[in-house]
């Protein structure tokens, strides 16, 4: 015997149901529960996302991931994506999919990074002297290399066969010098005091 759907009477012969409706009048219901946007927060300079303590870039990845907390209850597939907006097809056990068009509403802040960028910080200083295209060469190794581990460098100061380098992190700037199997010389300077630590800024001196 054929099921009639309350809402607009289809019959099981002409749709398919999903519990009492059919899977049209299902797919209206399921469109007017859902609130088409995605809410984050981007850094204003980098326009990278925050994603927990992280900040990430925003690419279709992401905007999936971001989905698929937004919309918890729903398995996700991403579609589209270009910047402001994405489509999406949202589906769960017992019901029909549906895309749906999502608005991304960002939120500008300021992330740690660049905070310590404006602020002038830098843990270290690369101290470069030799010829100036090889200098210029490792200074953009170095700059890519802090990139992408999530650090920079603050400024650099000097002429072009002796150029200061300073540097978000002094971890990652003596990994960069081992990782190009540069050889170096270190030495400390205090400047300052943490919970009770002696904290001191690194200098390199490295001849190229």
């Known amino acids: ?68 907390r937004r919309f918890k209850d729903y398995r996700i597939k991403l579609l589209e994506f270009n910047g402001s907006a994405a489509r999406l097809v949202l589906s769960r056990q017992n019901s029909p999919s549906v895309e749906v068009d999502v608005k991304i509403e960002s939120t500008l802040t300021t992330c740690p990074r660049c905070g310590r960028i404006s602020a ?4 270290g200083v690369i101290q470069f002297r030799g010829k100036p295209e090889r200098i210029e060469k490792d200074i953009e190794r170095l700059s890519s290399y802090l990139e992408r581990k999530g650090s920079f460098i603050a400024r650099t100061e000097g002429a072009a066969n002796s150029l200061d380098v300073y540097v978000g992190s002094k971890a990652l700037a003596e990994s960069f010098l081992k990782r190009m199997h540069m050889k170096y010389k270190t030495s400390y300077t205090l400047h300052g005091m943490k919970d009770g630590k002696k904290l001191y800024r690194h200098t390199y001196s490295v001849s190229v």
Do not use: Q, W
Request: charged share 35%.
């Open 120 to 123: 002038g910080y830098y843990e």
């Open 1 to 68: 015997m054929a099921k009639h759907c309350p809402i607009c009477n289809r019959s099981s012969d002409e749709a398919r149901f999903f519990g009492e409706f059919c899977e049209y009048c299902s797919r209206k219901m399921m469109l007017k529960s859902i609130r088409p946007e995605l809410s984050i927060t981007e850094c204003k300079r980098f326009r990278k996302a925050r994603m927990g303590a992280d900040f990430v870039e925003k690419n279709a990845k992401s905007i999936a991931e971001f989905a698929g």
